[in-house]
């Protein structure tokens, strides 16, 4: 059984993954829009992935014999100043979910809950991975300016992602 304060966490932390996939998903539609179906692409999937850590959420819930209460989503912003500055609010973002899941680990731990701290651990791991993902994307656009032929080809790039469902194996 979750404690109280554990399990409000987990509820809190669905609807911050739910943000996101938002967050992400208003990022495909403004690539969308300015001619770059590659990074839409690839904000799509960011959005599905996002979906899916939801559901990892919610899912532990249920089997915790929690009850998952879903709350408001926050509207998204719409519109960014260019490329780059979309992916520097993604890494922002990222690091600011990665300070939610430490501070969900430390609830966890004060709760003594050794079964929602093994949870986590995907997450943490997983929370590495966005971060460096991200800034491999940064890196390169900053290296281009961000316009020009090397968008062109970076976009071609973006295109290839594809969506891997992280609760498949699991299910
Ligand atoms: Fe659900 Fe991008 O972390």
Excluded at 29 to 55: C, D, R, S, V
Aim: net charge negative.
């Amino acid at each position: 059984m979750l404690k109280k304060e554990v399990l409000d966490a987990l509820n809190e932390q669905i609807n911050a993954e739910l943000y996101s996939s938002y967050l992400y998903l208003s990022m495909s539609a403004y690539f969308e829009n300015k001619g770059l179906p590659g990074f839409a692409n690839w904000m799509k999937i960011q959005y599905q992935e996002e979906t899916a850590h939801a559901i990892k959420f919610f899912n532990f819930v249920n089997e915790r014999g929690g009850r998952v209460i879903l709350k408001p989503i926050a509207g998204p912003e719409v519109e960014f100043d260019n490329v780059l500055s979309v992916f520097e609010k993604t890494l922002a973002h990222e690091n600011h979910v990665t300070d939610l899941i430490n501070n969900l680990v430390d609830i966890a731990i004060q709760a003594r809950d050794h079964a929602t701290q093994s949870f986590l651990k995907w997450f943490v791991d997983e929370q590495v991975e966005e971060e460096a993902n991200v800034s491999k994307i940064l890196d390169t656009l900053r290296l281009i300016n961000g316009e020009g032929n090397g968008l062109f080809m970076m976009d071609r790039e973006m295109q290839q992602r594809v969506f891997v469902d992280p609760n498949a194996a699991a299910e």
